[in-house]
């Protein structure tokens, strides 16, 4: 560890104020639940002496972090842009500028109705007849933090909706601006959620609000030139267990409101041309089944394709009736064991599926005639492939988006008549970069029950394979909702690379990488098999040479942050340290407080302890804050929260590090001020960020001199 500034020896102290927690007959002591109170002048000096005493325990590695963030700022081009995306009579496009923390939206014209390339544009220099929509550094300017949660373009182009968060708890103000003139429009809607949209007749915008536990249960209806207070709610959803959102179809025939917990989903359609009608309900819910469905034109036939999980774990692909949607049903892609369905996107002419199978992402082009798909193949053993923006109805090619440990983000066009790929953009890596000069591979540790878990590998060559000898090892891991950690680039990761280090993800059951089968196995009651997967994975690394126990560090964020909370205290000894992003360690206290953000849509996928004592029992068994061990030598851990985070909050971690801190466990936190569950808004404050933490790791694994 860097040499501690003598001023800060000691760790700030957080007063013992017991309160006790009780239910099923249990009764739980918590000496720190009083960190809770966000306004409370004792809990923000607390935070602030914690943040002062990590800046001065890290206080040695400020030489390491500047260079990091060096190294990722020389490696990136900071005047760029993105490849244009055609919509309507235009293509937009972002601009970032070296020295701005935020995007550029611009637009520039089609050259004719038949102009499905996108303009050679180059970076800094001003495209002909460009249209710059929003500066997000104009937007941002005052304001310590700046998200947008919604940006839409009318059909037409005549208008812009966009949403703004200046506070980082993601609730947005929705403001239209004219595009012909640049001014604003007198509508501004506050306390808004994201995605926000416009009619397709650029008259009316479609948005979403929340109640008081942050769940978005009312979709509303607000025509361009009245007042707020008369829109027309569209849709409301009483059932604390639901979300709901709203979008238009990419025909523009329909809006579609989606309604959904972790297990159950329902539809209902509204006709764009009458959008205060009364909308119909898709398929009426069926607790357990989950569906999503896409508007299709098929031999003149309105048409619904609907993806579903009815007696069908890994998803079958049907296709109904508008008219008639709880009618017959075709089945167009039978559920196929192994062969997860994620989803499907309609365009007038064909349509394209994303699946995935051995453990990796895929894409495949629907015929709507045969119901035949035709899988795009890439070469890398390793590699994460998706559509990209593509808002057009019809046309002639698709935008797709692909990656791996060791391709940067690449950009093509798929020409659907050729089925050829065209290349249109690579990120561009500064100082040399060479994808050769780098590996990837994936291994498989077998867990205590017999399931094989795929651990996936990225390394520099020319320290030798990963697994030839021992090495400095950095395993990342998530394994909630669902979720999959897909190989993709990172140009941070290159300074932990080019120092020896091996990136490892450990795709544990709880995650979706698998198959439903692998997230059913990693939730609710069976939720203890991500966190053993997890030390399994680890285990399975050390066992087999690829790194040892005081050169290994964990990493997780929000769930995952639960992961690393949990496997703390299960295998401490195999790590060196533990780096928590938001992370959800305090969980059965959250998941038992009904008024909290997100709880009662959490019971889905963690259980409902405040009604179910069996439920309430598995996590008090695995819950990190809970189950901290006295007597126990923890690994060194660094926890980041942000102080207006909604999802998961701070009082979390403060509460778990003032728990580690009671049996000497050397803990750290940092709680951003101004930020939310995605961290500190900016690219340059966000690098900073990340050299933040890498420093440390680096420090961890002691290659921080490197």
Not at 140 to 169: I, M, N, Q, R
Not at 418 to 433: C, E, I, N, S
Not at 682 to 692: D, I, S, T
Request: aromatic fraction near 10%; charge should be negative; include cysteine.
């Amino acid at each position: 560890m860097a040499d501690l500034n003598p001023a800060f020896s000691a760790p700030p102290t957080a007063a013992r104020r017991p309160v006790v927690r009780e239910h099923h007959g249990d009764a739980f002591e918590d000496p720190y639940e009083w960190l809770r109170a966000k306004d409370d002048a004792d809990v923000l000096a607390h935070l602030e002496a914690e943040n002062a005493y990590t800046r001065a325990r890290t206080a040695g590695l400020e030489g390491l972090q500047a260079r990091i963030f060096g190294e990722i700022k020389d490696r990136t081009q900071e005047t760029d842009l993105s490849v244009p995306v055609r919509q309507g009579r235009w293509w937009y496009y972002s601009r970032t500028v070296e020295g701005q923390q935020y995007g550029i939206h611009c637009r520039a014209p089609l050259t004719g109705p038949d102009d499905w390339t996108p303009p050679e544009l180059t970076p800094g220099v001003e495209a002909p007849d460009e249209q710059v929509l929003l500066d997000g550094n104009a937007e941002a300017e005052g304001h310590d933090f700046f998200s947008l949660g919604s940006f839409d373009a009318s059909s037409d182009g005549a208008l812009l909706l966009y949403g703004v968060d200046t506070e980082g708890d993601e609730r947005y103000t929705l403001r239209v601006r004219d595009l012909a003139t640049g001014t604003a429009l007198p509508d501004e809607i506050p306390n808004t959620f994201a995605g926000a949209s416009l009619s397709p007749d650029g008259r009316f915008v479609v948005y979403s609000t929340v109640d008081e536990a942050w769940r978005p249960d009312t979709v509303w209806l607000h025509e361009l030139g009245t007042p707020v207070a008369s829109d027309t709610r569209l849709f409301h959803e009483p059932d604390e267990r639901y979300w709901v959102d709203a979008g238009f179809t990419r025909s523009e025939r329909y809006l579609m409101i989606g309604v959904g917990s972790s297990i159950t989903s329902e539809e209902w359609l509204v006709d764009a041309t009458d959008l205060r009608s009364e909308p119909r309900v898709v398929w009426p819910r069926n607790e357990g089944v989950e569906y999503d469905s896409s508007h299709a034109v098929v031999d003149g036939e309105d048409v619904l394709y609907i993806l579903h999980n009815q007696d069908a774990l890994d998803f079958e692909l049907v296709r109904v009736a508008v008219s008639d949607p709880a009618g017959p049903r075709e089945v167009v892609l039978p559920h196929e064991p192994g062969r997860r369905l994620l989803g499907l996107s309609t365009f007038r002419d064909w349509g394209v599926v994303g699946y995935r199978r051995a453990g990796l992402p895929r894409i495949g082009m629907l015929d709507y005639a045969t119901g035949d798909v035709d899988e795009l193949a890439f070469d890398e053993p390793l590699y994460a492939v998706g559509a990209g923006s593509n808002p057009e109805w019809a046309p002639p090619v698709l935008r797709l988006g692909y990656g791996s440990f060791v391709t940067p983000s690449t950009v093509y066009d798929y020409e659907v008549a050729t089925a050829g790929l065209t290349l249109l953009k690579r990120q561009p890596v500064l100082g040399g970069y060479d994808p050769a000069d780098y590996a990837q591979a994936r291994v498989w540790a077998t867990a205590a029950d017999g399931a094989e878990i795929p651990i996936s590998l990225v390394w520099k060559r020319s320290f030798g394979d990963a697994g030839s000898a021992p090495r400095p090892l950095h395993l990342y891991g998530y394994g909630s909702y669902e979720h999959s950690i897909d190989p993709s680039f990172s140009v941070p990761r290159l300074s932990e690379l080019d120092r020896g280090v091996v990136f490892a993800v450990a795709h544990v059951r709880g995650g979706g990488e698998m198959g439903r089968g692998w997230y059913e196995n990693g939730k609710t009651l069976t939720k203890r098999n991500t966190f053993t997967d997890f030390v399994d994975c680890a285990t399975h690394l050390i066992d087999h040479g690829y790194t040892t126990p005081d050169r290994l560090v964990a990493e997780g964020g929000s769930a995952g942050g639960l992961l690393m909370g949990a496997v703390a205290n299960l295998a401490p000894e195999l790590f060196a340290g533990i780096l928590a992003d938001v992370p959800f360690v305090d969980a059965l206290t959250s998941i038992l407080d009904p008024s909290l953000p997100l709880t009662v849509i959490e019971w889905d996928e963690w259980g409902d302890p405040l009604h179910d004592a069996d439920v309430y029992a598995y996590m008090k068994s695995y819950s990190p804050y809970e189950n901290v061990r006295d007597g126990v030598t923890y690994p060194r851990i660094l926890a980041v929260t942000s102080l207006n985070d909604t999802r998961v909050l701070y009082v979390e971690p403060a509460k778990w590090v003032a728990r580690l801190r009671e049996t000497g466990a050397d803990a750290l936190l940092k709680c951003e001020m101004a930020a939310g569950h995605g961290g500190v808004s900016g690219r340059y404050n966000a690098w900073r960020e990340r050299a933040f933490e890498l420093a440390w790791l680096l420090d961890v694994l002691g290659v921080a001199e490197s």
